[in-house]
């Protein structure tokens, strides 16, 4: 079973940068970085595939990598807007074959002031 659990979030002044983690247990084909702003849909950040390292549809100003050795996924933004403020989550897909994803960490809140 795929567990997640993300931390790194807080609260920072626009201009700065964040990293946020995503610990990964299980068998993990993909792993992305989504968001939630109050009041609007969740919207898809960056995706990184497990085996590669190949990274996809990452959003300007941010970079997603992996450490293989400590299993976690990290977003790194940068130059932080008042609109970055949102529910942070990861989620994975656990094979190429998945439509959705089927496990999510918790979130991790991240409040930009400007």
């Known amino acids: 079973q795929v567990q997640l659990v993300e931390s790194g979030g807080g609260l920072v002044q626009a201009g700065d940068s964040l990293r946020l983690s995503c610990a990964a247990s299980?068998?993990?084909?993909?792993i992305s970085w989504f968001r939630q702003a109050p009041g609007k849909e969740r919207e898809h950040v960056a995706g990184?595939?497990?085996?590669?390292d190949n990274t996809y549809s990452v959003k300007g100003r941010f970079t997603i990598s992996r450490d293989n050795a400590k299993n976690t996924v990290y977003l790194q933004m940068n130059s932080l807007k008042s609109e970055d403020t949102g529910v942070y989550y990861c989620?994975?897909?656990?094979?190429?074959?998945?439509?959705?994803?089927?496990?999510w960490g918790q979130g991790t809140q991240v409040t930009v002031s400007s």
């Open positions: 990184i595939r497990w085996n590669d």
């Open positions: 299980g068998h993990i084909y993909l």
């Open positions: 989620a994975a897909k656990n094979n190429a074959d998945a439509r959705v994803y089927a496990f």
